[in-house]
């Protein structure tokens, strides 16, 4: 029993760190047309964003309490969890001028962002199989680019969730979780900062999203795995100039996302994971002043993190996840500190 409740902190910081990184994309505006820039800003409404975390904690939940007859949080508890991450985005693009037949101007331009976050996440359990959820972040971002230099404090995106789960735990059989939950664009909506003069520090649009967890315990291995969907709503009566062109509305895709991996006890104070992060948004349409229209592209961020936890006391698992961008559209590095704290 030592062992499985060891496995709880790594192995959410895990799930949450992929989660993480996916959620804080959030590249350079530059561009020269329209539909150029839609690739810059509008992927910051695609990605999930920090209140996604709450399959983290479902997580740790699950696996920190095969013993009682619900995973989650018993009626009255209350429990905070804290995450400090640092995400680093870098980009290479080339600037040419072919409206003549031939390369008239050619340049290599470097961006590179960097942000960090600082998120509390406070659980409440309603009932012993029901536990709601607030997710706080705290964001800082700074970024290095042709078109801007300079560091943005900002709130970001306030998560609001509901974890149920519909039966008891039993030992032999895997745990099934439902989620549900609601982004706030509390942030700095990309779509209203003047690119040349500040950063995003959230998505600009409110959104919904329901998924499932599931964990299996084959000790001194914890199995996980998770699905979950996502729909924002449109953000509207916009007034950003993107090159000349007025945006007025962004209708942004639904979202899937799917995630596995497990963790492993070394000892009683030592464990490792691994896990898989992927995240598919699809098309959305930017609407310009006029009627004009534009849609941009499928966005598929997917993540592989890797984990290590120190068991400092009955109640407190320090946890270090470093997770690698496996697509263009994930960031190239996030290194994520967890720290669970039981009241």
């Given at each position: 029993?030592?062992?499985?409740?060891l496995?709880?902190?790594?192995?959410?910081?895990?799930?949450?760190?992929?989660?993480?990184?996916?959620?804080?994309?959030?590249?350079?505006?530059?561009?020269?047309?329209?539909?150029?820039?839609?690739?810059?800003?509008?992927?910051?409404?695609?990605?999930?964003?920090?209140?996604?975390?709450?399959?983290a904690?479902?997580?740790?939940?699950?696996l920190?309490?095969?013993?009682?007859?619900?995973?989650?949080?018993?009626?009255?508890?209350?429990?905070?969890?804290?995450?400090?991450?640092?995400?680093?985005?870098?980009?290479?693009?080339?600037?040419?001028?072919?409206?003549?037949?031939?390369?008239?101007?050619?340049?290599?331009?470097?961006?590179?962002?960097?942000?960090?976050?600082?998120?509390?996440?406070a659980?409440?359990?309603?009932?012993?199989?029901?536990?709601a959820?607030?997710?706080?972040?705290?964001?800082?971002?700074?970024s290095?680019?042709?078109?801007?230099?300079?560091?943005?404090h900002?709130?970001?995106?306030?998560?609001?969730?509901?974890?149920?789960?519909?039966?008891?735990?039993?030992?032999?059989?895997?745990?099934?979780?439902?989620?549900?939950?609601?982004?706030?664009?509390?942030?700095?909506?990309?779509?209203?900062?003047?690119?040349?003069?500040?950063?995003?520090?959230?998505?600009?649009?409110?959104?919904?999203?329901?998924?499932?967890?599931?964990?299996?315990?084959?000790?001194?291995?914890?199995?996980?795995?998770?699905?979950?969907?996502?729909?924002?709503?449109?953000?509207?009566?916009?007034?950003?100039?993107?090159?000349?062109?007025?945006?007025?509305?962004?209708?942004?895709?639904?979202?899937?996302?799917?995630?596995?991996?497990?963790?492993?006890?070394?000892?009683?104070?030592?464990?490792?994971?691994?896990?898989f992060?992927?995240?598919?948004?699809?098309?959305?349409?930017?609407?310009?002043?006029?009627?004009?229209?534009v849609?941009?592209?499928?966005?598929?961020?997917?993540?592989?993190?890797?984990?290590?936890?120190?068991?400092?006391?009955?109640?407190?698992?320090?946890?270090?996840?470093?997770?690698?961008?496996?697509?263009?559209?994930?960031?190239?590095?996030?290194?994520?500190?967890?720290?669970?704290?039981?009241?």
């Amino acid at each position: 029993m030592k062992i499985v409740r060891l496995l709880a902190a790594l192995a959410s910081l895990a799930l949450f760190a992929s989660t993480s990184v996916l959620a804080q994309q959030q590249p350079s505006p530059a561009s020269t047309t329209p539909q150029n820039a839609s690739d810059a800003a509008v992927r910051d409404a695609l990605a999930k964003k920090e209140g996604d975390a709450d399959q983290a904690t479902l997580l740790k939940d699950t696996l920190t309490a095969v013993d009682k007859q619900y995973s989650l949080l018993r009626k009255g508890k209350f429990q905070v969890n804290y995450d400090l991450s640092h995400t680093y985005i870098g980009q290479e693009k080339i600037n040419a001028d072919l409206s003549s037949g031939t390369a008239t101007l050619f340049s290599i331009e470097n961006t590179s962002s960097h942000t960090i976050t600082n998120t509390f996440l406070a659980d409440y359990g309603l009932r012993n199989n029901l536990t709601a959820s607030l997710t706080l972040p705290l964001v800082s971002r700074w970024s290095d680019s042709g078109g801007y230099s300079g560091t943005s404090h900002t709130i970001g995106d306030i998560g609001l969730g509901v974890r149920w789960q519909p039966f008891e735990t039993r030992r032999d059989d895997a745990t099934v979780t439902f989620t549900g939950g609601a982004r706030i664009a509390s942030g700095k909506s990309p779509y209203k900062v003047d690119a040349a003069k500040g950063l995003a520090t959230g998505s600009g649009v409110n959104s919904i999203n329901l998924g499932l967890n599931a964990t299996k315990i084959a000790d001194p291995v914890a199995l996980f795995a998770s699905f979950n969907a996502g729909y924002s709503l449109p953000a509207k009566h916009l007034t950003q100039n993107i090159n000349g062109a007025l945006l007025r509305q962004v209708d942004p895709g639904a979202s899937i996302g799917f995630g596995m991996g497990f963790a492993f006890a070394l000892s009683y104070k030592i464990t490792t994971s691994f896990s898989f992060q992927e995240s598919i948004s699809a098309r959305s349409k930017l609407t310009f002043d006029g009627g004009r229209s534009v849609r941009t592209a499928t966005q598929t961020a997917g993540v592989l993190s890797i984990g290590a936890g120190y068991r400092v006391s009955p109640k407190t698992t320090v946890n270090l996840t470093v997770g690698a961008g496996l697509t263009a559209s994930a960031p190239n590095m996030v290194v994520s500190l967890g720290l669970p704290l039981a009241f």
